[in-house]
């Protein structure tokens, strides 16, 4: 193999001579910060299993708290809200409260700021709701038109419900937009989201699409630099009925950075169809140490997962 | 892990041995918080640098892909199964998040001309090695032209004095491809390089 000179053309400069630069003081203090408020996550109560004693306990203690609730709730604190500025047009609110909904016209851009993890470009012909401003969690409901994510914070703190999924935030910025049956495409741009609609999930990394269809939820991600024809086949495969000729395209239009959008089809397709997406899969990017073809063809999911990490820094 | 010659482990104030690094690799698993800040205070410059000199001396970027490399090490430490050497991991760590940095904000890449680059070149401040700064300036103003594919093997190569092995597992391709790149990335580099002297000596 013919080796490029040993010394570069860097003039008096050497190699591994280059300064080291010194990383300034303020990434450790938002690395904390990211920490402690993964931290806050990590202390939530999780439920317990109770005895039927303990339970009736519960109950009663419950009747005789209604009381005092009724009285709380007469003096309650403000619900927690979250602040709104105007991008464009005549959007008149300064803030949304938990409940509340804020809804744009043809002419109108706002900015919400999601704690102190966000922001949400709200783009004309939205109608959004604040559902949780908690400190674990941070949600919004989407009830049509476009908006625009960018959050720093811990995976799965901040969520936007959508007629037809879920996306969940994994560290990132993103668009999402949908229409009032839950037709839509998700687009990230910035780290990953997980789309989840009655347990099923498509991860979507940055760079990549992913379509939503009323009753199915999210489809198969892909690319955005994809072929037009697997971006079709991908179409008419999740939400049409393009079965078998469809899968041809998709398996046949793959590279290797489509191994996203066929790790999500091993769990997708039918299971005779399995075997030629796996094929496809490793004729693309060998199968890593660890994975185990028949565990794949099984559909394992510490073995889907294995892949997938791989894969990933194909992504 | 390396134990001379290396800025993984020197040039930090950080002289880490191999249990050391066992130790604290473990402690982070457990999900301790000292063992993290060790292992940051061990690799934070090195990082940070490898990223400065990928993102066109951008300290934003390189400040935003630090504190991702870390966020990622810290979540993605249990798939570290020690088969490779720690190093080896940070460094695809280093190399995916800038990629994937670069991808992001590939509208604000900047393949600069050499009039700018020699703006960005001119040395800021007027210490006693500034002749040096000033090399360094341009050589980074250099990297800077470099498209990302080309710019991150040299950035390992001669920032981290990494072998074309080393390069190759970093960025997940082989030897020979690291070759080819990095042959390429010397033309462009003497090109750019002739042009800035050039441009520094009409000023």
Redesign the interface.
Known sequence: ?????EK??????E??Q???????D???R??EA??DARDVRDTRVLPRRTSLFAAWQWAAASVLTIGAVGAWYATRPELPSWQVSRLEGSAAVDKIKVGDWLQTDGNSRARITVGDIGVVDVEPNTRIRLVAASPTEHRLTLARGEISATVSAP?RLFLVDTPASTAVDL?C?YKIKTDESGDGVLRV??GWVSLEWKGRESLVP??ANCRTRSGTGPGTPYFDDASESLQQALAAFDFGKGGEESLGTILLQARVRDTLSLWHLLSRVEPRDRVRVVDRMVDLVPLPTGVARERALQLDPATLKSWR?ELA??W | MKKSGRRAVQGNGANLSDLEINEIVEGCRRGDREAFRAIYEAYKDKVYSIALYFFHGDQTEAGDATQQVFLKLLTSIGSFRGDSEFSTWLHRLVVNTCLDGSRRSKSRERFAEPEEMARIADPASQGEDMERQEVAGRVQAALSSLPPKLRMPVVLRYFEELSYAEVGQALQCSAGTVASRLNKGHKLLAEKLAKLREVATRR
């Open positions: 193999m013919k080796m490029p000179d570069p053309p860097l003039g008096p400069i190699p591994g280059l300064p080291l630069e010194k990383a300034p303020a990434i450790w938002s690395i990211a920490l995976p560290g910025a741009t910035s940055a760079g990490e820094w194909k």
